[in-house]
C-alpha cells in the first residue's frame, strides 16, 4: 500500500478507537449515574427520558446547549493548546474574567463607534485581556520563577476581584443599586445572536479558533516544534527552538482564547458586566481538554457533553426533585472512568 494511503488508513483507525472510546466513556458514567439514582428512590430511565426532552428534542433545548458549549470550547481549547508544550494552564477561569474586563473596557471607551469598528475592537480588547492575563505566569515560567500551575491557578481568584472593584465601583448601573452590574454595552459592543435565540457570534469564534488549533498542531511547522518541545524541552532547546519564547506565547494565546470565551459572556449574553460572569466555565474547560486528549473531535465531544450534563442537571431539580449537585457527581463518574482507563494503560495522547 502506498505511504499516503497507509497514512490516511491509520488515521480513520485512530479516529474510530477515539470516537469508540469517548461514547464507552459517556456510557459508563450514564450507568453508573443511573445505579445512584435507583438507589436515592429515582426513577432513571424517568430522568434520562426527561433530559433527552428538554434538552435534544426541542428548539430552544438544543439552542441552549450550543450557547454552554460556547465557552467550553474556547477554555478547553486555551487548556489544550499550551498542553502541547506540557505546560499546564489552570488559568482559564481568571483569564475569562479578565477578556470580559478588557473587552467591557473596550465597549465603555469607544460608546459611540459604529459596529463595523467597535465590534472587532471589543474582540481585540477581549483577546488580550486573556492573552496578559495568562502571559504573567508564562513570564515566570520562562524565567524559572514559579511553576505555571501554580501561579495560573492562584491567579484564577484575582481576576474576579479586578471585576468586582469595577462593578461595585466606577462602572457600576446607577439605575440598579440592588444587583452589583455595569450599565449597559453599546449596541453596536454586542454580538449578534441567530435565529431567534441566545445562540450569538462566539459560536462561530470558537468553531474558528478549534480550527486553528488543529491546523497550527498538524499542517504547520510551529506545531512540529511545539511537540518537540512537550517531548523534549531541553533537546529542543539545543536544536535551536526557542523553548522560552514559545513558553509565553503559547500561554497567552490560549490565555486569549480564554479571553474571547469571557467576551462572548459579557457581549453576547448579559449585555453587561456582571460579578458571577462564570459558573466555572474556565475549570470545566481544563477538565473537557484532559479527558478529551488534546484532541479537537475529542474536545468537541466533550464540550457538548458537558453541556448536556449542566442542562440535565436544571432539568431533574424541575422533574426528579433532585439537587443540582448530582451534576457534579455526574462528572466525577466521567473522571473516574477515564482515570481508571488511563492506569490500565487504554488511553494514550
Known amino acids: 500500500m502506498p505511504e499516503g494511503g497507509l497514512t490516511a488508513v491509520l488515521r480513520r483507525s485512530t479516529?474510530?478507537?477515539t470516537t469508540v472510546r469517548h461514547c464507552g466513556i459517556g456510557v459508563g458514567a450514564l450507568l453508573m449515574f443511573a445505579a445512584i439514582l435507583l438507589a436515592a428512590g429515582k426513577d432513571p430511565l424517568k430522568a434520562y427520558v426527561d433530559t433527552f426532552?428538554?434538552?435534544?428534542?426541542?428548539?430552544?433545548?438544543?439552542?441552549?446547549?450550543?450557547?454552554?458549549?460556547?465557552?467550553?470550547?474556547?477554555?478547553?481549547?486555551?487548556?489544550?493548546?499550551?498542553?502541547?508544550l506540557?505546560?499546564?494552564?489552570?488559568?482559564?477561569?481568571?483569564?475569562?474574567?479578565?477578556?470580559?474586563?478588557?473587552?467591557?473596557?473596550?465597549?465603555?471607551?469607544?460608546?459611540?463607534?459604529?459596529?463595523?469598528?467597535?465590534?472587532?475592537?471589543?474582540?481585540f480588547m477581549g483577546f488580550m485581556g486573556g492573552a496578559i492575563w495568562a502571559a504573567i505566569p508564562g513570564i515566570l515560567r520562562?524565567?524559572?520563577?514559579?511553576?505555571?500551575?501554580?501561579?495560573?491557578l492562584l491567579l484564577n481568584y484575582v481576576a474576579p476581584l479586578i471585576v468586582s472593584y469595577f462593578v461595585f465601583g466606577l462602572w457600576r448601573a446607577s439605575e440598579n443599586s440592588a444587583y452589583p452590574q455595569s450599565s449597559p454595552f453599546p449596541d453596536a459592543a454586542l454580538l449578534p445572536s441567530f435565529f431567534n435565540t441566545r445562540i450569538h457570534a462566539g459560536?462561530?469564534?470558537?468553531?474558528?479558533?478549534?480550527?486553528?488549533?488543529?491546523?497550527?498542531?498538524e499542517k504547520t511547522r510551529w506545531g512540529v516544534d511545539m511537540r518537540a518541545i512537550g517531548g523534549n524541552a531541553e533537546a529542543a532547546q539545543r536544536l535551536g527552538i526557542p523553548v522560552p519564547a514559545w513558553i509565553v506565547t503559547a500561554l497567552a494565546v490560549g490565555g486569549g482564547f480564554a479571553g474571547l470565551a469571557g467576551m462572548g459572556e459579557a457581549m453576547g449574553i448579559a449585555g453587561r458586566l456582571r460579578q458571577g460572569l462564570s459558573p466555572g466555565y474556565g475549570f470545566a474547560g481544563f477538565l473537557i481538554?484532559?479527558?478529551?486528549?488534546?484532541?479537537?473531535?475529542?474536545?468537541?465531544?466533550?464540550?457538548?457533553?458537558?453541556?448536556?450534563?449542566?442542562?440535565?442537571?436544571d432539568t431533574l431539580q424541575m422533574t426528579q426533585g433532585v439537587p443540582y449537585a448530582v451534576v457534579n457527581i455526574l462528572l466525577a463518574m466521567i473522571l473516574f472512568i477515564v482515570l481508571a482507563r488511563r492506569s490500565a494503560g487504554g488511553t494514550s495522547k
Open 203 to 217: 459560536l462561530l469564534i470558537a468553531v474558528v479558533a478549534l480550527l486553528a488549533y488543529w491546523l497550527l498542531l
Open 53 to 84: 426532552h428538554y434538552t435534544l428534542a426541542n428548539s430552544y433545548g438544543f439552542s441552549e446547549l450550543l450557547v454552554r458549549m460556547t465557552p467550553l470550547l474556547l477554555a478547553a481549547v486555551a487548556v489544550a493548546l499550551p498542553a502541547r
Open 142 to 152: 520562562a524565567a524559572k520563577l514559579v511553576n505555571e500551575t501554580i501561579s495560573t
Open 15 to 17: 479516529a474510530l478507537r
Open 86 to 123: 506540557g505546560l499546564i494552564n489552570v488559568g482559564g477561569e481568571g483569564q475569562l474574567y479578565m477578556g470580559a474586563f478588557m473587552a467591557s473596557a473596550g465597549a465603555f471607551l469607544l460608546p459611540t463607534a459604529p459596529r463595523l469598528i467597535l465590534l472587532p475592537f471589543v474582540a
Open 289 to 313: 481538554a484532559w479527558l478529551a486528549g488534546g484532541r479537537p473531535l475529542g474536545i468537541v465531544f466533550m464540550a457538548f457533553l458537558f453541556a448536556i450534563i449542566t442542562s440535565a442537571g
